[in-house]
């Protein structure tokens, strides 16, 4: 059996400044590795351990997962070019605050986050489905058993959970927020519900 673990990465400099990132390269605040400290820190603590680390190559994602695997020992992250964050398309670079006033009413709008759906040149979250499947069946057939950690972004990492759940995306979306290096656990064994393992304490406003 296996299973997948997926973090999240720490604060990076767009999220601490409401900047939408998508594949924008900042990284991480002195906020964003004091939380990839705390995640490592709790996970050895109920001393989970991975057979593998994969990573986006964002260098906030990465940079997360060097800090995991090395207060854990565990292998030294290797780069999925797939676990990369959704393409912002036209949205790429602006405050979080246009979202709304640039892309109502195609928007899901939670407590936390407002959801973009389809502007221009952005990946769509049916594209990111697609994308999460092709990824979940990469990773079944490298690893057939154990544990392995990817460390993500917050839209694909839903879109993840989306889809190994078989869960309508709209529903995900709306569900739970997955904040800055929280970690799921996605299992035969464990439901949809029981899905977050470690929250962390969050900062961007």
Same mark, same amino acid.
């Not at 998508?22 to 400290?37: E, K, V, W, Y």
């Not at 780069?79 to 009413?105: H, N, V, W, Y």
């Not at 499947?133 to 154990?146: F, M, P, V």
């Given at each position: 059996?296996?299973?997948?673990?997926?973090?999240?990465? *720490?604060?990076?400099?767009?999220?601490?400044? *409401?900047?939408?990132? *998508?594949?924008?390269?900042?990284?991480? @605040?002195?906020? !964003?590795?004091?939380?990839?400290?705390?995640?490592?820190?709790?996970?050895?603590?109920?001393?989970?351990?991975?057979?593998?680390?994969? %990573? %986006?190559?964002?260098?906030?994602?990465?940079?997360?997962?060097?800090?995991?695997? %090395?207060?854990?020992?565990?292998?030294?992250?290797?780069?999925?070019?797939?676990?990369?964050?959704?393409?912002? !398309?036209?949205?790429?670079?602006?405050?979080?605050?246009?979202?709304?006033?640039?892309?109502?009413?195609?928007?899901? &709008? @939670?407590?936390?986050? @407002?959801?973009?759906?389809?502007?221009?040149?952005?990946?769509?979250?049916?594209?990111?489905? &697609?994308?999460?499947?092709?990824?979940?069946?990469?990773?079944?057939?490298?690893?057939?058993? *154990?544990?392995?950690?990817?460390?993500?972004?917050?839209?694909?990492? &839903?879109?993840?959970?989306?889809?190994?759940?078989?869960?309508?995306? &709209?529903?995900?979306?709306?569900?739970?927020?997955?904040?800055?290096?929280?970690?799921?656990?996605?299992?035969?064994?464990? %439901?949809?519900?029981?899905?977050?393992?470690?929250?962390?304490?969050?900062?961007?406003?």
């Amino acid at each position: 059996m296996l299973n997948i673990y997926l973090a999240r990465h *720490g604060q990076n400099e767009d999220n601490a400044n *409401g900047i939408l990132n *998508g594949h924008r390269d900042l990284p991480l @605040t002195n906020i !964003g590795i004091a939380q990839a400290q705390e995640v490592a820190t709790k996970i050895k603590s109920v001393g989970l351990v991975f057979d593998a680390v994969l %990573s %986006s190559p964002l260098n906030r994602a990465l940079n997360t997962a060097e800090i995991i695997a %090395s207060v854990n020992d565990f292998p030294t992250p290797e780069i999925m070019p797939e676990l990369i964050e959704r393409d912002f !398309g036209s949205m790429t670079g602006l405050a979080q605050s246009k979202i709304e006033e640039l892309c109502a009413p195609d928007i899901i &709008k @939670t407590e936390t986050v @407002t959801y973009f759906l389809s502007p221009e040149g952005a990946e769509t979250f049916p594209d990111l489905l &697609k994308r999460a499947r092709l990824l979940l069946n990469t990773i079944a057939e490298q690893y057939k058993d *154990g544990s392995v950690l990817l460390v993500t972004h917050g839209d694909f990492g &839903k879109m993840i959970y989306a889809e190994y759940y078989h869960l309508d995306w &709209k529903d995900v979306l709306t569900l739970f927020h997955f904040g800055n290096s929280e970690l799921l656990l996605l299992s035969p064994d464990s %439901s949809a519900g029981e899905a977050h393992v470690f929250t962390i304490m969050q900062h961007n406003t």
